[in-house]
């Protein structure tokens, strides 16, 4: 059973013998394992970032949402992919507050007994894999790991999010006017079920070559719509609502990203075609039909053609 934690209670994680006792044979408490790459935080302290309460279903089940109890977020804690070759997905690791304690802001801390987690990484590490090439971890397990919301739970899974405190009153009523609003304007005809679509196959582009820290801004609306299909799509990667709102912003790449896990096989996906993900800039859940408020922060993957080079002038505007 949890302890109940919210949104910015200080906890610590706990020494690695406690929490092997809580993993099974896969390195799993509840169907969530405990990954090799989370093994440099064991004995640190962070703070809650949110609870995972409620988290959009990126595999194939057709729920939108998942369901999981006593698991939080800290920080902005990720996965470095290092014990999964190389994933660069940077998905956020979720903690089982099993593997937490609660700690107060005059706590000592921790001793250094615990320094070598020996048997902690080697059953971690063992886990990583269900057979050669195919790869486990916490979002190909996700399904294991949670549950579906029961039929009746629509509306209230999203006022839960007010209740642990991961969502405040003001960003709830906004969601929920935009939720209405792009109802009504899809029964009047009036809005598209993705944000830019043109006619016919996408434009060639220029190859950008961008490199970790290269300064970009993001193209207009109109300028993006030359470069993605019918459905929003540029060569099999879409332009979601989620990324609208960075249309016109300068940011720093963060990485070229060309090989991620396929959170539905466990295979790895090699990147073809040229991929990044910008620094400050994941999935808000505010904007994502169906999935309001997941605290997954994904990363949205950008194409070169809807990014413009600009001069390094120093520190990048956020501002439209």
Not at 277 to 300: H, K, M, N, Q
């Amino acid at each position: 059973m949890g302890s109940g934690l919210r949104p910015g209670d200080v906890v610590e994680v706990l020494p690695a013998a406690e929490i092997l006792a809580t993993l099974d044979a896969d390195a799993c408490t509840d169907g969530l394992p405990f990954m090799p790459e989370m093994l440099p935080f064991v004995g640190r302290r962070f703070t809650v970032s949110a609870v995972a309460s409620k988290v959009c279903d990126t595999m194939r089940t057709g729920t939108g949402n998942r369901r999981l109890h006593d698991t939080v977020y800290l920080d902005d804690l990720r996965c470095d992919g290092s014990a999964h070759d190389g994933c660069q997905a940077g998905c956020l690791i979720m903690w089982r507050e099993s593997w937490l304690r609660r700690v107060g802001p005059d706590a000592e801390a921790a001793g250094e007994a615990d320094a070598s987690p020996a048997e902690l990484e080697t059953r971690s590490r063992a886990a990583t894999t269900r057979e050669p090439g195919v790869y486990r971890c916490q979002a190909t397990e996700l399904t294991a790991a949670s549950e579906p919301f029961p039929a009746g739970d629509r509306g209230r899974k999203y006022l839960r999010e007010v209740q642990v405190g991961n969502v405040g009153t003001g960003r709830f009523l906004r969601v929920l006017a935009r939720v209405v609003g792009r109802k009504l304007g899809r029964t009047l005809g009036l809005l598209k079920d993705v944000p830019i679509a043109s006619p016919g196959p996408p434009a060639a582009a220029e190859s950008l070559d961008l490199q970790p820290g290269d300064l970009v801004r993001v193209k207009s609306k109109r300028e993006i719509a030359e470069f993605v299909d019918e459905t929003g799509h540029n060569r099999g990667l879409s332009f979601d609502w989620e990324m609208v709102p960075h249309c016109g912003q300068t940011y720093r790449v963060k990485d070229r990203v060309q090989r991620i896990i396929d959170e539905n096989t466990g295979t790895m996906i090699e990147m073809k075609r040229d991929c990044v993900i910008l620094e400050g800039v994941a999935c808000s859940g505010d904007l994502s039909e169906g999935r309001w408020f997941c605290p997954r922060a994904i990363y949205p993957y950008w194409r070169e053609a809807w990014l413009r080079r600009v001069e390094d002038g120093g520190r990048p505007s956020t501002e439209g």
